[in-house]
């Protein structure tokens, strides 16, 4: 029989679990100690339990929901895992170091449901949610290999694979166990999560006070623009979108972040710019413009350096906050869902 996934339980499932087998609940606290704050690999390592217990445990439940298929270093220092699940499916996780900071791209479906037509992932459709377990253990895998260059990650952003708001349960119980000082430790500025635009979701992660930041995959300034490169946008257009946005900035008293996806004569473009100031001068937001990276939509093509430096001026000029986001790790297809759909497509 298939073991289940310890570092999926929540804190009342293992609880459970330890009172069926007779031992008492304090064990709880001493396991997720060893699982989430020392990221151990395997249950013998667990030096405070007995003996008894670390042999049951080893007996029904796996330690690493997630096999390392492939590891791949770009040029640019970008690394990319490709992850195996037990029932063997591929998802990606990448690591982006800029200066003192190392930040891990997480997955949180296998595919997505979404169908954004710049997106590789979307051509797998939608396969299922990721676990809990499966969700830190991206982070735990790739912090052990950091650490043994005497380095950690410092920051996680939920923007690999799938829409993170349509897993919503997992997503936030990971973020809880992420930020959490006796676990990962890491402080609501360095978890970000982004989502497509569900904004019932925008509206939720705001009343539970989910520890995270949040970006908008905006990508489009007028309706019709944006339902063609984002169907979701069919069902909350832009009005409903901002307003879910401005409730979630009041609400937090957050910066909000707006991705924008720069595509030659689409997003990029004169008319697109001014839009795009009408839309977010007088919002509490900054905006990261992200150069498309290949893209298998051959219809959709990365502008020109100066068409992308006229368009950032132009924003700059109304004192809008904007950061450029080059594409990272082309060599090795870093990009959401490139490998992954190979391996897909191979098994
Ligand atoms: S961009 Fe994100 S939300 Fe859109 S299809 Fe790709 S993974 Fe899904």
């Not at 029904?60 to 040029?75: G, K, M, R, Y």
């Not at 937090?252 to 001068?281: P, S, V």
Request: with cysteine; charged share 25%.
């Amino acid at each position: 029989m298939e073991k289940s996934d310890i570092k999926s339980l929540s804190v009342g499932e293992l609880n459970a679990y330890l009172e069926s087998i007779g031992q008492k609940k304090y064990r709880t606290a001493q396991i997720q100690d060893w699982l989430f704050k020392h990221q151990c690999s395997a249950f013998d390592q667990m030096k405070n339990l007995p003996a008894s217990l670390v042999q049951r445990l080893d007996q029904d439940f796996d330690i690493n929901p997630l096999t390392c298929s492939s590891q791949d270093v770009a040029e640019d220092g970008t690394i990319k895992w490709l992850f195996r699940t037990k029932d063997q499916f591929y998802i990606e996780s990448v690591l982006l170091i800029a200066e003192d900071r190392h930040s891990i791209c997480i997955s949180t479906q296998v595919g997505c449901a979404m169908g954004c037509t710049f997106c590789r992932t979307a051509q797998m459709g939608f396969k299922r949610n990721l676990r809990v377990g499966e969700i830190l253990e991206q982070f735990i895998q790739v912090n052990q290999y950091l650490k043994t260059q005497g380095k950690e990650l410092s920051n996680i952003i939920f923007m690999g694979m799938g829409e993170p708001m349509n897993n919503f349960e997992n997503f936030d119980r990971a973020a809880r166990i992420f930020h959490d000082r006796r676990f990962f430790n890491l402080g609501k500025k360095r978890l970000t999560v982004s989502t497509s635009g569900l904004v019932d979701k925008i509206r939720e992660v705001a009343d539970r006070e989910t520890p995270c930041h949040l970006a908008v995959s905006l990508n489009g300034t007028n309706d019709s623009m944006r339902s063609a490169l984002m169907p979701i946008n069919d069902r909350y257009p832009l009005e409903k979108l901002f307003e879910a946005t401005d409730y979630y900035v009041e609400k937090t008293g957050n910066r909000i972040t707006f991705e924008y996806i720069l595509i030659k004569d689409i997003t990029c473009t004169e008319q697109a710019a001014n839009e795009l100031i009408a839309l977010t001068g007088r919002r509490r937001c900054k905006i990261n413009a992200i150069v498309l990276n290949e893209s298998e939509n051959d219809m959709l093509v990365p502008p020109s350096d100066q068409e992308i430096e006229k368009f950032i001026a132009k924003i700059r000029s109304k004192e809008i906050l904007i950061h450029i986001r080059r594409p990272r790790g082309r060599d090795i297809q870093a990009a959401c869902g490139q490998l992954a759909i190979k391996q897909q497509k191979v098994a």
